[in-house]
């Protein structure tokens, strides 16, 4: 299954400047997706991140894998919605986060998630980006779901 962004953004809440999933490439809800991320010049953190060597944030790729994790989580398949308005998904731990190389500007990232646990309360994920078929990043995520306070 594919997604163009007016799908994606009916499915996750994020909105510019921290959607960071341009298209879905392939997803098996509950289970797997691979997306992509066009990264541009004019992106809002490459003003600060730096302004002689723009490089995109490692943690701003660990959010990329998160908000694909989400998109394919959260599929009507899948049964796993948080309830709208009154529960949100949180990105809660990150393990064995590894970046390999610099995101640049012109970069398309890809991503890639697989779920290992998918819970009512708590998922966990394996999540890996790449550039030109080199990975870049990888980690292991968990993210939860929790009521709004």
Do not use: W
């Amino acid at each position: 299954m594919q997604l163009d962004i007016k799908s994606i953004l009916e499915r996750l809440p994020h909105r510019y400047p921290m959607l960071l999933i341009d298209r879905v490439l392939e997803m098996v809800p509950g289970k797997s997706i691979k997306a992509l991320k066009n990264v541009s010049i004019n992106e809002p953190f490459f003003v600060g991140h730096f302004p002689h060597h723009p490089v995109m944030p490692g943690v701003l790729i660990l959010e990329a894998m998160a908000q694909a994790a989400a998109i394919f989580s959260f599929a009507e398949e899948t049964g796993l919605k948080p309830k709208d308005q009154e529960s949100v998904y949180y990105f809660v731990g990150i393990d064995g986060a590894r970046f390999r190389k610099p995101v640049l500007p012109g970069d398309q990232l890809h991503i890639e998630v697989v779920a290992e646990r998918l819970g009512s309360k708590i998922c966990k994920y394996q999540g890996r980006a790449f550039v030109d078929g080199q990975e870049v990043a990888e980690a292991k995520l968990m993210c939860a779901i929790r009521p709004v306070e």
